[in-house]
């Protein structure tokens, strides 16, 4: 289904993504681990096409992803939606509006430029909000919700497009623990549901593990680890991110617990991932 082979992005005389092989068969829910700079965000946005490779070959389902260009370009990128920490909404735009900013590929400028949204688009954007749980926030300007709602408005416009895979580059990153389960159960749900790949980069081993049938770990731009969730073991996960025996796992948790302040567990992250 998907197949890349020896994708590398050179950044001037830094490699961020050094001949990255991978094959995935059917579509699956995969989390990619690793320290800051690894090459997560690199490899995701190269499969996406808003970064583009140095060398090597992405092919879907037969399409060389890599070689397309114009409408056809397009066409892939609205196959395989992007999800950012930052959501990337319109603050200031209602939350269906945002949503429907999901069709803008397959509209024309006119039509987009006064928002002249088909009825159908309308009904769907709310079904599909309605799905994620936030159907009654719809005529909210995006602002005036929080960070796990948001998250999950950018989940419906990235539906929108009807994607066959979806890329999130740490989408919990910037949540609180409650919001970032959400946000991981509503992605978890539109795999099993929908039978979408979701190829997500996550900061958190707990969460990767809980959520993904296989993890892929990064480090200095290659692939170091590809196995399921019982395989990476803590000394695997040392590995991984390069850390001493002094590795804690609690470091890279985002676990809900009262003895463990957020704040506390993002300090000790900051010290592993930097
Ligand atoms: N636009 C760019 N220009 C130059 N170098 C870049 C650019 N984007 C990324 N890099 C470099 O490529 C390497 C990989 O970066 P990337 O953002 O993919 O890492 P990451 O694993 O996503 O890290 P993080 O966990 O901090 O998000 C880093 O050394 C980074 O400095
Ligand atoms: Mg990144």
């Keep these: 289904m998907l197949e890349v082979k020896g994708l590398t992005k050179r950044f001037g005389a830094n490699v961020a993504v050094d001949a990255v092989s991978l094959s995935v068969d059917r579509p699956c829910m995969i989390g990619v681990i690793g ?14 096409r808003l970064t583009e490779a140095s060398g090597g070959e992405i092919l879907f389902d037969g399409r060389d992803v890599l070689s397309l260009t114009g409408r056809e370009k397009r066409g892939w990128q609205s196959d395989c939606a992007m999800i950012f920490q930052q959501f990337n909404l319109v603050p200031r735009m209602d939350v269906v509006s945002n949503v429907l900013h999901g069709t803008l ?17 309308i009904h769907t954007a709310i079904d599909i909000l309605d799905r ?38 740490e989408p919990i990153a910037s949540l609180d623990p409650m919001n970032a389960q959400t946000v991981m159960e ?3 749900r539109i795999h099993d549901e929908d039978g979408r790949m979701v190829i997500a980069n996550l900061h958190t081993l707990d969460t990767a593990r809980r959520y993904c049938d296989r993890i892929l770990g990064m480090r200095d731009g290659r692939i170091v680890f590809d196995g399921t969730p019982e395989q990476l ?21 985002t ?9 506390a567990v993002e300090r000790r992250l900051a010290k592993v991932t930097v």
């Design 35 to 48: 320290r800051s700079g690894a090459g997560k965000s690199t490899l995701l946005r190269m499969m996406n």
């Design 105 to 121: 590929g397959r509209r024309s400028t006119l039509a987009t430029m006064f928002s002249l949204y088909p009825e159908e688009d």
């Design 132 to 169: 994620l749980g936030i159907a009654q926030h719809a005529a909210k300007r995006a602002e005036a919700l929080s960070g796990g709602q948001q998250q999950r408005v950018a989940i419906a416009r990235a539906l929108m497009q009807d994607p066959k895979v979806i890329l999130a580059d």
């Design 186 to 188: 509503a992605l978890r």
């Design 233 to 253: 073991t803590t000394g695997v996960a040392r590995d991984i991110y390069g850390a001493g025996t002094d590795f804690s796992e609690a470091a890279t948790s």
């Design 255 to 263: 676990e809900i617990r009262d003895t463990a302040p957020v704040a």
